[in-house]
């Protein structure tokens, strides 16, 4: 038999092999079929703080429709308090600091979620007594001044979730 016949040959037996079953693959080293168990908790964590980031540009929502019925005659007005949500297009520029400076004590992602968090509730409880104020004295900067750090926390601890989801999670 020549050469050319063997190999014909020896392609024609690989040809007519079976596929191996699922369960001969896995105990070959093959990667096993993606699963969410054990991955609950961590998605109900991420769930939660996305969640607490959402509430105030939420807020920031109901207000911006407030200030276009106030300024409804005035579109620098309205224009100045859309300033305030240019930290989440922006993120890109601190980001990069926010991946690399941390306490090793409370962990990357945690040394900025937390402080973050911490100050988004403290810009809340100033705001919430005094936004009524805002709106009788048409203070619109102090507004976009108040919203804009709202939303320059929440950019930062979206960065730090989105870093912590991405080690947190599976691949």
């Given at each position: ?25 896995k105990s070959r080293g093959k990667t096993p079929e993606p699963s969410l168990e054990g991955e609950y908790g ?25 200030v276009k019925e106030l300024f409804k005659d005035s579109f620098s007005e309205q224009g100045t308090f859309m ?89």
């Amino acid at each position: 038999q020549s050469s050319s016949g063997r190999d014909a040959s020896a392609g024609a037996s690989k040809a007519e092999e079976k596929p191996k079953s699922p369960e001969k693959r896995k105990s070959r080293g093959k990667t096993p079929e993606p699963s969410l168990e054990g991955e609950y908790g961590n998605i109900c964590l991420l769930l939660l703080l996305y969640i607490m980031q959402a509430i105030p540009m939420g807020l920031f929502g109901v207000v911006n429709m407030e200030v276009k019925e106030l300024f409804k005659d005035s579109f620098s007005e309205q224009g100045t308090f859309m300033l305030a949500a240019w930290p989440f297009s922006l993120k890109l520029l601190w980001a990069p600091l926010v991946d690399s400076i941390y306490f090793e004590r409370m962990g990357r992602r945690k040394s900025w979620m937390v402080p973050a968090q911490l100050a988004i509730g403290c810009v809340l409880l100033y705001l919430a007594p005094r936004i009524e104020g805002f709106f009788a004295a048409r203070d619109v900067s102090s507004l976009t001044a108040l919203f804009f750090l709202l939303y320059f926390l929440c950019a930062t601890q979206d960065i730090a979730v989105d870093g912590w989801a991405l080690t947190m999670l599976r691949t």
